[in-house]
């Protein structure tokens, strides 16, 4: 079994890097091989274009069977709390506009997430005790801050959970070459001030890490 597990920033990352005991083998992408399993751990950058670049690489290269994305995340929807982890059921562009030209390639404006990896990422969270919510994250090239933002996308996404700026770009290469995928994201802010952000992220990085490492080691 071959899992790639990606991140966009280091601090999303170099848990796993540690606790997997992976080798840097080129820039940004770390190898963990145990038996017949191997962990492709993976620093994307930040960013649509730079995420799908590093997930197609990936897929080409080493072909995985399965695909994490796992990181921090911009809370939206009510009554989250820091390191609340969020598992994407389902992802969304929330900056690509018109709408109907998502649904024209993917028969809906969401793409969504292997079943079963939402199941694992579940269970994970409840053995683990870490509170955790199942629903929509939606993904944007710019950093949400401000209630105009925050607006905008509950006018398409009322269902949103969270906001960040990989996930559906990964769902959507994977969904290209018909790979399982699943995004777990932390929340690290709530989309409305980055010094929250600086003071939280590494904390809430590593519940993602922790469901993510879970599913990594069960089959």
Not at 21 to 29: D, H, V
Not at 169 to 184: E, G
């Amino acid at each position: 079994m071959t899992t790639a597990i990606i991140g966009a920033m280091k601090i999303e990352v170099e848990t796993l890097c540690t606790r997997f005991e992976a080798k840097e083998t080129e820039k940004g992408i770390f190898v963990s091989k145990k038996g017949d399993d191997t962990v492709i751990i993976c620093q994307c950058g930040i960013g649509k274009v730079n995420a799908a670049a590093l997930t197609q690489r990936i897929i080409d290269k080493y072909n995985p069977d399965r695909i994490i994305n796992t990181g921090t995340a911009g809370g939206l929807a009510e009554g989250l709390e820091i390191g609340n982890v969020i598992i994407a059921e389902k992802a969304a562009y929330h900056d690509f506009k018109p709408v109907s030209i998502v649904e024209d390639m993917f028969g809906e404006k969401y793409i969504r997430s292997d079943k079963s990896l939402v199941s694992s990422a579940k269970q994970a969270c409840e053995i683990n005790g870490i509170p955790h919510r199942v629903g929509t994250v939606v993904t944007g090239d710019c950093f949400v801050a401000t209630k105009a933002q925050r607006d905008d996308i509950f006018a398409e996404y009322p269902d949103a959970l969270c906001t960040e700026m990989e996930g559906a770009a990964i769902a959507h290469v994977c969904h290209i070459n018909q790979i399982p995928f699943v995004i777990i994201r932390a929340v690290s802010d709530f989309a409305a001030d980055e010094k929250i952000f600086d003071e939280f992220a590494f904390h809430a990085a590593q519940f993602a890490a922790q469901i993510s490492e879970y599913i990594a080691e069960n089959k």
